[in-house]
């Protein structure tokens, strides 16, 4: 497990309460334990608002629900659920260090509207930062598990994305909706519950243009789920009637799991291009990018490069959320704070890397290298994109071979599950790695015994003190 102090960090970073991160956290190992177990690999299949976190976009709204998919609806019984889940949190706490005792695992059984079973279950777990005793009782984890669902698309092995310092080498992964049905599912739960999540989710979904599916594949899969529930295919003007609730709940519902929340009147007023867009097939705007570079190369993935210092990676994250949320951004650099619409991040020729953004006040554009920054912040101001936007990550990434995909254990003769064995333990302080660093000036190298790229004074190869203050992250010395 890892320290509190990771957890305490990361909510400071990105302005979000410790127990939001440290969910965060335990649903990557839980969903590690479920894609391990031989009897729900396969058969369970990860969809909803987590889904879109841990699988396809990371700069995206915090979650605390894991909801599933079961192909087999002779799943849904307390006994099956209390062995399988049970072998589950064994093998988590085993792999992880994560309190998550069978005995805090609880099921409510019932029927949907269309007399279904259904099952809403409850994980229990500690973390490093949950209290281990008092009144509050065990932190939560709720599962919503149903078969009454229409699986329009093959399901999609996905990476889990886990940015804590324990992720294993090989990653972390489960079965997950395809990203064509994941973004369908949205727009009919939006039709027909109208919450904000649902709002919020179906605008990021269409903002991120780059990955945005051809509107005939998401017509056909939200008519094909739309038909299953018995349900009209949604429209604006459906949604007017719900408009005042939905702005009402909007802080309420989505205010704890955003670093900054983005203004609802944005988000309404993009509906009525998504509805043109999928309906209609009206074309979605396409912009340019901000003045390319040949020499530069845009920074899309999932995970900031090593090459980027380790102090600029929470500013960074910080401004990637802004971005995907078109939100301003005040941002320190060399002593000053500038208001700033953030658009592309880019490393040049040179190996420097920089935020290429729009000045919010005059309207030009301006360059920022990274190891220059001193802080970022989310504002409240919301911006029209003048330009693609580019920092967001990446949406479908490739399906991992069938060869590289993780163990998912064994079966003994009797048919119990088997738990792999369990993670070698982090090494001590004694025993921790070095990280290494290289002046960005004169290119000597330094080890550190902490990931801190500040540098202290050194001497130029040439023979005077050396200006360069700041390391670039090189390798982890063992």
Known sequence: MIDKREILETASALGLLPSIVEKDYVLGWLLAGINAHPDLADAWVFKGGTCLKKCYFETYRFSEDLDFTLRDERQLEEGFLRRVLGEVVTWVAEESGLAVPAEQLGFDFYQNPRGRLSCQGRIGCRGPVS????????????????????????????EVFHPYSDRPKDGLWINSYAYEEAFGEKVRALGERTRPRDLYDVV?????????????????????????????????????PHRADLEAMWANMLGHQLPMLPPVADFWAALPDIFAW?????????????????????????????????????????????????????????????????????????????????RSDSGEHRSYRVDRMQGASVTGQSFAPRYLVELTSEGPLPVAPAASRPSTGGRESSGSWTSPRPRRAAPSRGTSPGYVYR????????????????????????????????????????
């Open 204 to 240: 990021n979904l269409y903002r991120h243009g780059d990955s945005r599916p051809s509107p005939a594949v998401l017509r056909d899969v939200l008519a094909q789920k739309c038909a299953y529930k018995g349900i009209a295919l949604p429209t604006f003007e459906a949604l007017q």
């Open 131 to 158: 209290p281990t005793s008092g009144a509050g009782g065990w932190p939560k984890i709720k599962l919503d598990l149903t078969a009454d669902e229409k699986l329009v698309l093959p399901a999609v092995r996905r």
């Open 439 to 478: 002046c960005t000036v004169c290119r000597k190298t330094f080890e550190r015994k902490s990931m801190d790229g500040s540098l202290n004074p050194h001497k130029h190869p040439r023979g005077y003190e050396c200006p360069g203050r700041i390391g670039t992250y090189v390798r982890t010395k063992y």
């Open 278 to 358: 999928i309906v209609g097939g009206v074309e979605a705007p396409q912009r340019a990018r901000i003045e390319p570079a040949s020499a530069d190369i845009a920074i899309r993935s999932r995970v900031l490069p090593m090459g980027v210092p380790l102090r600029a990676r929470a500013p960074l994250e910080i401004i990637r959320f802004a971005a995907a949320n078109q939100l301003c951004v005040d941002l320190t650099y060399d002593g000053n704070v500038r208001r700033i619409e953030p658009y592309s991040l880019r490393q040049t020729a040179e190996g420097n890397f920089v935020l290429h953004a729009i």
